[in-house]
């Protein structure tokens, strides 16, 4: 069998970190201010100060994915 880098522990993790950034983003867009109109939306503490926590969250959780050791299952023993 062969040991490959990834198992699918790492996998799991990549997904929810890549989950958390796409969120992220999400809480951060929105309408914005116009020529015409100025929308003091975009200054909300959600936009400027937890979106950017949450995608920071997500970068972080994606390189704890990354960095991850999956356990090795195979038997020292049995390669002799």
Same mark, same amino acid.
């Given at each position: 069998m062969k040991n490959f880098a990834f198992d699918r522990t790492n996998y799991l993790l990549l997904a929810i970190g890549m989950a958390t950034v %796409? /969120? &992220?983003f999400i809480l951060?867009? &929105?309408t914005g201010s116009s020529e015409?109109?100025?929308n003091p939306e975009i200054f909300s503490a959600m936009r /400027?100060? %937890?979106a950017p926590l949450v995608c920071f969250a997500g970068f972080a959780f994606i390189i704890y994915g990354i960095m991850h050791r999956p356990k090795d299952t195979t038997n020292t023993e049995k390669q002799s």
């Open positions: %796409v /969120i &992220g951060m867009s &929105g015409e109109a100025f /400027i100060k %937890v």
